[in-house]
């Protein structure tokens, strides 16, 4: 497709980025130590404590010497990381990647059956997690490859006294750290000491080597890696910058919040571009928790601020949220499911910044497209491609389609995937002959070159910017003894964009919502758990006995 996008473009953002050099991201990380060694690279945001890019080479060295000299890992190893927004989190990340490790994110709310699953497909063998997490993988442990255990508490990074204060509170107080039993695990400060006595030996690291296996779900429901290079990651860094250059003053501070979970792609991108332009990273731990996180904003002037929509809507019910200062907040970028305009104009109102919508996913690194970052207002689209990317609007036969008709929007890039891990029917399924990968969202361009989604062809359910496969949670409900036959579909949800809802078909009268749904919570993460549940007496087929989701989709909306 002629790219009629560029007439479009910002002035300032180019057309393309230079992809040949890109190196690695350990080798990127390694040149803002030098140009910005006392400038603050993470901070915690709850508890006020940053460190440095200079403190962050030499934890992250600790922890790359310890998983080279110590564990003796071969380079390619994976390494799993379990744990929500700490300090630990880039600390572990920049050391298993400078080491020429792939990492492993993991959600930290996984039950044991998807931490087990996850873990055996990725083939990791070593695994950093949250003391709160230590009980989930005390149960599936033993069917995983994992031979070596790291588990931290949410204070290790603190200093003293908050450390301890910390410790205390979630211990003690709160009693958030389950009983568990992992014993030949060591704690996160043992690591890091061991590490810093240990010889760490820089390797080679090509653009083109694995940097991530980024889960995600799947149309049969079983979850699959991504492999994302350090190419990958770091063209799509460069995209983001390149889209945001024109608007910001490179003497000013720039401060990102983070409050999307950095296992998810959508924070995982950001963070890396933000480390390759010596950014300030502000970590949300826990932004349910409207009026703590409402306190962060509050402390820090913050230039972005990435969200998924409901995270936006939380904070615009928020009384306290108006008080903020958005003196410096010049891009507030939502993605991962779709904003909805009345949360993007209550948000315009009370920041004064637009909110701007982009789309990606996680075999994209993330990003695909983004609204120039000059919008005056929201316009429902999801924006323009990002410099260096193809697109393609085709229809089921793969022919390409005129403007303004709706098909298959295809992606071609540098921040396309490598292809599934150790599956290649996956990755012949998703990748057209001419190096095009099907995202499997319906969309439109106009003549202008602006992407709007108009349907989705996967039947994927996306809970406040999560992704829930029907077939996933399908198969944990038909494992109740009680259930006939179940079809799970995603309904309108204004807290969450959508919700899971189950129709089930009863083999016994007495099986009550409750009851499944308590069912559901002992194998799903709480984001897939159902919402609602509504028995019907036969679920609605196609003529070769195929469940009509769409049907039931359409049924749900009618009722939400």
């Given amino acids: 497709m002629e790219k009629i996008w560029l007439k479009s473009y910002s002035p300032g953002v180019p057309a393309e980025i230079g992809v040949d050099a890109l190196g690695a991201i350990g080798e990127k990380f390694e040149a803002s130590v030098r140009a910005y060694g006392d400038r603050i690279a993470f901070v915690s945001g709850a508890a006020g404590v940053g460190i440095t890019y200079r403190e962050l080479d030499v934890h992250s060295r600790n922890v790359a010497a310890w998983l080279q000299s110590v564990l003796k890992l071969p380079q390619g190893s994976r390494v799993a990381l379990m744990m929500p927004n700490l300090l630990q989190y880039p600390v572990c990340l920049l050391g298993a990647l400078r080491a020429g490790y792939v990492v492993v994110n993991v959600n930290p709310m996984y039950t044991a059956r998807e931490l087990e699953h996850q873990l055996a497909d990725s083939g990791a063998v070593a695994i950093v997690i949250l003391e709160n997490m230590a ?111 024109p608007f910001l003053d490179p003497n000013d501070e720039f401060i990102l919040v983070t409050a999307i979970p950095l296992y998810h792609i959508f924070a995982l991108g950001s963070a ?51 008080k903020v200062d958005f003196g410096k907040l010049r891009f507030a970028i939502g993605g991962g499911a779709a904003v909805q305009k009345a949360v ?43 410099p260096s990317t193809e697109i393609s609007i085709r229809d089921e036969e793969g022919q390409e389609l005129p403007i303004g008709a709706p098909g298959e929007l295809c992606v071609r890039g540098p921040q396309v995937m490598k292809g599934y891990w150790n599956r290649p029917d996956e990755t012949a399924r998703v990748m057209t002959p001419d190096g095009y990968l099907r995202t499997g969202d319906v969309a439109t361009i106009d003549a202008r070159g602006f ?110």
């Fill in 135 to 245: 009980h989930v993988l005390e149960k599936a442990i033993g069917r995983t490859p994992i031979r070596h255990v790291v588990v931290t508490g949410v204070g290790d990074l603190l200093g003293f006294p908050k450390k301890h204060l910390a410790h205390f509170v979630v211990r003690r107080l709160k009693k958030m750290v389950p009983p568990f039993s992992l014993p030949d695990a060591i704690p996160f400060a043992q690591m890091l000491a061991r590490g810093a006595a240990a010889r760490f030996d820089p390797v080679a690291v090509a653009s083109d080597d694995l940097a991530f296996l980024q889960y995600t779900g799947g149309t049969t429901g079983v979850s699959k890696g991504a492999m994302l290079t350090h190419r990958n990651l770091l063209a799509n860094a460069r995209q983001a910058e390149v889209w945001s250059d």
């Fill in 451 to 560: 992407l709007r989604i108009v349907d989705r062809k996967k039947d994927m359910i996306i809970v406040s910017g999560f992704n829930v496969y029907p077939n996933e949670v399908e198969q944990v409900v038909a494992l109740h003894p009680h259930v006939l036959e179940v079809a799970a579909v995603g309904v309108p949800d204004e807290a969450s964009g959508e919700a899971v809802k189950l129709y089930v078909v009863r083999k016994d009268a007495s099986l009550t919502a409750e009851a499944l749904i308590a069912h559901c919570r002992e194998s799903l993460t709480a984001y897939k758990v159902p919402k609602l549940v509504e028995f019907l007496d036969e679920l609605p087929k196609s003529n070769v006995g195929k469940v009509l989701r769409r049907a039931l989709r359409e049924r749900g909306a009618r009722a939400h």
């Fill in 344 to 386: 993007a104009d209550r948000w315009q109102q009370i920041t004064g910044v637009p909110l701007c919508e982009g789309y990606g996913l996680t075999e994209c690194s993330p990003t695909v497209t983004c609204n120039p970052l000059d919008i005056t207002e929201y316009n429902g689209a999801i924006g323009l491609p990002m």
């Fill in 272 to 322: 890396v571009s933000h480390i390759a332009r010596g950014g300030v990273n502000v970590l949300v731990a826990d932004p349910r928790n409207t009026a703590a996180f409402v306190k962060v904003l509050a402390k820090y002037r913050f230039v972005s601020l990435p969200a998924v929509n409901t995270l936006f809507n939380s904070l615009i019910h928020h009384p306290d949220f108006a």
